[in-house]
């Protein structure tokens, strides 16, 4: 097939070019200069000062997957905001959850999004979510000369696998690598404490309503101990995002939903100043 040249006056020739179902393809071929990781940049010294989002965490439960981050964004030793959304849905059934340098991560999530749109468009047919897993861990590993600069991401993937009917969560860390969790999982400043809390509370038969404690619970946690985690601000009204992925699709959790969740974990810990039993869920 040859490839269409001239222009139809209304989109240019790149776009009815036939050419790969990689919307990174496509855009490393025709304006490679728009991929984050072709931009050149200046030689620096130390650590470059951008905000920085921190702690996310996940957790599996029969039917689903449970994803959620705290708000605050951090640079230096300064809040650089307070109520930063870091979960967003990549499609109907996956999300991510971004810690790293927040521009470049956001930039990168809406990147992802149009590669997993432009494939179903071209094919006709949703990615698998392993397929989604590699994917996004390439345009990771395409971040790495700027991760050497201090301007890292390291997101977290889940999604409702339809073929194997449960949830599934996807690690990585700045050069790519990809590694499956299995049943709860942490990235971020946080994530060590967050991480501790979830592996005594978790168990493998949660119901959703018990996910979603631990998953504010282990941000509570994180908050606890780390500076650049925040936790649930009840004067500013502010809570943790928290989103719940099953068959039926993406679905974000409201403010009165995780307000009370919130709430509810803070009042525990005014019963129990050193930490919740395990027995909390």
């Known amino acids: 097939m040859e490839a269409i040249t001239r222009s139809t006056g209304r989109l240019p020739a790149a776009f009815l070019t036939p050419g790969s179902s990689s919307f990174v393809d496509f855009l490393s071929e025709h304006q490679p200069e728009m991929l984050p990781g072709n931009r050149q940049l200046p030689p620096v010294q130390g650590v470059v000062q951008a905000p920085h989002g921190t702690t996310i965490v996940a957790s599996t439960f029969p039917g689903g997957v449970v994803l959620a981050g705290d708000r605050r964004a951090t640079m230096g030793n300064v809040i650089a905001q307070r109520d930063i959304e870091k979960v967003f849905p990549a ?15 956001v930039e990168m999530v809406k990147l992802f999004q149009l590669e997993l749109e432009h494939f179903e468009k071209v094919e006709g047919a949703a990615l698998s979510l392993e397929g989604k897993a590699n994917r996004l861990s390439t345009m990771i590993r395409s971040n790495l000369g700027m991760a050497m600069q201090g301007l890292a991401v390291v997101p977290l993937f889940v999604g409702y696998d339809v073929d194997r009917e449960r949830g599934r969560i996807f690690s990585y860390d700045v050069t790519g690598g990809r590694s499956e969790e299995h049943g709860y999982a942490a990235t971020g400043s946080g994530s060590t404490f967050a991480r ?20 504010v619970q282990a941000l509570y946690d994180a908050a606890d101990d780390d500076s650049a985690t925040g936790g649930p601000d009840v004067a500013r009204r502010i809570y943790p995002i928290v989103t719940v992925i099953t068959d039926d699709g993406f679905r974000r959790l409201t403010e009165e939903q995780i307000s009370d969740v919130a709430r509810a974990v803070l009042e525990r810990r005014m019963e129990e ?3 919740p039993r395990a027995a909390l869920l």
């Open 91 to 105: 499609d109907e059934h996956s999300a991510v959850g971004i810690a790293g340098t927040a521009g470049l991560a």
């Open 196 to 215: 501790g809390s979830m592996k005594k509370l978790y168990r493998d038969d949660l119901t959703e309503e018990q996910a979603t404690t631990l998953v």
């Open 273 to 275: 100043p050193d930490g």
